[in-house]
């Protein structure tokens, strides 16, 4: 059993910079740097899922809800986008029709902006990666509506910005704790 003083490490850290740099590599991808192939994937299925799963499993066990719910939920978006490139290059099944995708990204992106409103709360930049993830998800979505290519290089610089903020905020978490003080500012708490 734990004492009510022992310190528990804040596990969000982790499962932001697992989302981030996930995101951010999937992203550059979109945007046409290179094509999606077996590293975004096994970085989809390890630090993308798995490690978010985890996090999320340790936010229950730190009473926190949203955490969960949001780490938990990214962590198996991972495997799920993982597997829907997977299951047809295995011949387990086919790849999904453009509408399929463009539904399976629509209900991302309303999980994600309802999500969002959990945000309130909580810090700016917290605000700023799920705001900002909301806009990518309706963007992919847009992409596979309409089979516009430009929307895909667009939805991948925004992803990389969406990335890179949640890198950042999981580095604030990491750097600002281990230093007793802010040395990156993730702007106030609204109330």
Not at 109 to 137: C, D, E, H, P, Y
Not at 166 to 184: F, I, K
Request: aromatic share 14%; net charge neutral.
């Amino acid at each position: 059993m734990r004492k009510l003083s022992e310190k528990l490490a804040n596990p969000a850290a982790l499962g932001l910079l697992a989302f981030g740099m996930t995101t951010v590599l999937l992203n550059i991808s979109n945007a046409g740097f290179y094509k999606l192939d077996s590293m975004i994937l096994a970085m989809g299925l390890a630090y993308g899922g798995l490690a978010q799963i985890i996090v999320g499993a340790m936010e229950f066990k730190n009473g926190n809800t949203f955490g969960l719910v949001a780490f938990s939920s990214y962590g198996f978006f991972w495997w799920s986008f993982a597997a829907l490139i997977l299951l047809p290059n295995l011949g387990l099944s086919t790849f999904p029709e453009s509408q399929a995708m463009a539904a399976y990204l629509f209900m991302w992106g309303v999980f994600t902006f309802m999500m969002f409103f959990g945000t309130l709360k909580a810090n700016r930049a917290l605000q700023f990666v799920f705001g900002s993830l909301a806009i990518l998800f309706f963007l992919l979505t847009a992409h596979w509506q309409t089979g516009n290519a430009d929307l895909l290089t667009i939805a991948g610089y925004e992803g990389i910005i969406c990335g890179m903020s949640a890198v950042y905020l999981g580095l604030a978490e990491v750097l600002n704790e281990a230093n007793g003080r802010t040395v990156l500012p993730i702007g106030p708490v609204t109330k």
